[in-house]
């Protein structure tokens, strides 16, 4: 039983965080005006895909297994959006080249409906290269790396550790029926 809840609190752990990481996205660009550039963009989605899966995790009942498998997803989200910021870390640093999408200045035909949409609205695209927001010498990039990849380290490590539990809690009924048939 206890292991049960160690589980729904690894979900409702990672909802919470994911929650709060779009949050404070969201209150940067619109309450702060912090316009995002196109990586930044593409950081987010990690965290709605975590808040689906970690919600589909709570629900499920009947399965530890299935729940496991995607506690587990979501700490491979969290390495995959760390591996996005890290590239991004390395756009701002000049160590990486720059995307199409972070260009600015460049003037080219819209291709995508979000190119339209932006250029009608008058939106200025916004670097990639240039933090628009520095705490501690570290970008917002620097710091979602660090985070997400911590963050989904540590889960995959308590996913093994986890199943590894389970598996040994499994052994031991197996044992425990065996002797009581046996006896």
Known sequence: MQNRYMRINISLFL?????????????SQYGFGMEPCILCLYQRIPYFFIVLVSSISLFIKKSE????LLVGICGL????????????????QGKFSMSDGC?????????TLEEYTTQIMGKPNV??????????????????FLFSTSL????????FRINKYLKYIEESDAYSKKEDTSG
């Open 15 to 27: 909802l919470l965080f994911s929650v709060l990481a779009l949050a404070g996205a969201y209150v």
């Open 152 to 159: 989904g380290l540590i889960t995959l490590i308590m996913v």
């Open 65 to 68: 297994k299935i729940r496991l």
């Open 103 to 111: 260009e600015v200045g460049v003037e080219k035909v819209p291709s």
């Open 127 to 144: 670097a990639c290269d240039e933090p628009q927001f520095v705490f501690l010498g570290l970008s917002m990039a620097a710091w979602n």
């Open 77 to 92: 989200s969290l390495i995959a959006g760390g591996m996005i910021a890290f590239y991004h870390v390395g756009v701002e």
